[in-house]
């Protein structure tokens, strides 16, 4: 899941703990999820896992987002209007032993023990072996936004690592490229446009293009004409709002055109978290008739 925040929660006898995985410690955020580590969880245990928030349906990352720069003055309703809730993926240590040396299996069963009893907010996240199962879950869940699923190896040991393997769902549709990054004769990537609100809107920025494809892309690209909605001057953060880099990015205006791009499920209702990747320019479409894609809407 991406719609989310990575947690650690720590039960001891001194209490309850969530940390990021870049060891901030989110305890003061999450002070639902802590009071029901603190009933549910025994002290000794450290569970890997995810803080996600539920509006309705689907997977809330705005509302994440503005716990997650709450003051202590609004927290409360914040906590009561969209409460949060964890989903539990594995396990490191247990009544106060180190078992992140145990394989992945023998992990998961201790964990589905400890959850045996668990009741909301405290969820167990699904696991399977069954492939077609897994596809199932691949094809249905982002409508929840869920992005993809994650694959790792029953003998795995716990080393904190990326060894294993994610797998996001994509979807592919029609957006306007109406500015680029670099010379517009070889743009190094797309910044790509959708109509939301009713104006054109600047939605994401293209993963880099190789040498060939920005070659490609040039020759069917023209500088923009008065009246261009867009400003020539952006902040990085409005096209990466992870960037650390604070600076301002110069875009290239060009007259827009229609191009294809593949994308996650993670759409914030504005933009994409995360880079689009450009598929192929559509010059046989009018930039007017893109449409924002039904499974962008009322998200």
């Known amino acids: 899941m991406q719609l989310t925040c990575r947690a650690l929660v720590l039960s001891d006898s001194d ?83 180190d078992i992140r040396g145990v394989p992945f299996t023998g992990r998961r069963q201790l964990l589905e023990e400890l959850a045996r009893d668990w009741t909301a907010p405290l969820n167990l996240s699904p696991t399977t072996t069954d ?23 029953g003998a795995q040991p716990y080393d904190g690592s990326r060894s294993w393997l994610k797998l996001k769902t994509r979807n592919t549709f029609d957006a306007v490229c109406a500015a680029v990054i670099g010379p517009i004769a070889q743009p190094q990537a797309i910044i790509a446009g959708l109509p939301v609100d009713g104006q054109l809107r600047i939605v994401g920025r293209s993963t880099v293009l190789s040498t060939r ?60 978290r995360h880079g689009v990747s450009y598929v192929r320019s559509r010059p046989e479409l009018d930039p007017a008739d893109v449409e924002l894609p039904p499974h962008l809407q009322d998200r």
């Not at 999820?33 to 995810?50: F, K, S, T, Y």
């Not at 953060?237 to 593949?262: A, C, M």
């Open 131 to 153: 492939m077609e199962l897994a596809k199932t879950w691949l094809k249905d869940l982002p409508a929840t936004g869920v992005e993809g699923l994650v694959f790792k190896g």
């Open 15 to 97: 209490g309850v703990t969530l940390w990021s995985r870049q060891g901030k410690e989110l305890s003061r955020f999450f002070p639902d999820l802590c009071a029901a580590v603190r009933v549910q969880v025994p002290p000794g245990v450290v569970l890997d896992g995810e803080a996600v928030i539920w509006n309705g349906d689907r997977l809330d990352f705005e509302a994440l987002q503005r716990r997650m720069v709450s003051s202590s003055a609004t927290l409360p309703a914040l906590v009561h209007e969209l409460p949060a809730s964890f989903a539990a993926f594995d396990v490191l240590a247990v009544a106060g032993q």
């Open 213 to 272: 494809v920005g070659r490609e892309l040039g020759r069917q690209l023209y500088p923009a004409l008065p009246g261009h909605p867009w400003p020539e001057e952006v902040s990085e953060t409005s096209l990466n709002r992870f960037s650390k880099d604070k600076g301002p990015v110069h875009l290239t205006l060009v007259e827009p055109i229609v191009v294809e791009i593949s994308a996650d499920v993670a759409w914030t209702g504005k933009s994409f």
